[in-house]
């Protein structure tokens, strides 16, 4: 069994900063590319981030140059650094990893639960 586990999300005033984890755990092999979406309410979920295993990274526009996706690969982990927030951020932020299992050596895309980004004064 694979799960991603995200935390950090909260309330917080415009042009302040959070910092999101997704920690992956369980039988995992190896994990390919990790990434951030969002989703806010009635709109389509979107691509925040997105980072490959050996650290390439890219990002939506309406974030660039706010936020910074990064990663630990010993501890299947990806974090999201969050900096000048917006009230437009306000969102759902769920995780996103392609992983390959042990024993099943089967890859394929996980979720997190996703966690609640609240941009508000």
């Known amino acids: 069994q694979v799960q991603l586990v995200e935390s950090g999300g909260g309330l917080v005033q415009p042009g302040g900063s959070l910092r999101l984890s997704c920690a992956g755990s369980?039988?995992?092999?190896?994990?390919?590319?990790m990434a951030w979406y969002r989703q806010a309410p009635g709109k389509q979920r979107e691509l925040v981030a997105a980072?490959?295993?050996?650290?390439?990274?890219n990002y939506a526009d309406s974030v660039k140059g706010r936020f910074t996706i990064s990663r630990d690969n010993t501890e299947n982990t990806v974090y999201l650094q969050m900096n000048s927030l917006k009230p437009e951020d306000t969102a759902v932020y769920y995780c996103?990893?392609?992983?390959?299992?042990?024993?099943?050596?089967?890859?394929?895309?996980?979720w997190g639960q996703g966690t609640q980004v609240t941009v508000s004064s």
């Open positions: 980072i490959t295993r050996g650290g390439d990274t």
């Open positions: 996103n990893a392609e992983i390959t299992r042990r024993f099943f050596f089967d890859r394929r895309d996980y």
């Open positions: 369980g039988s995992i092999l190896s994990i390919n590319d």
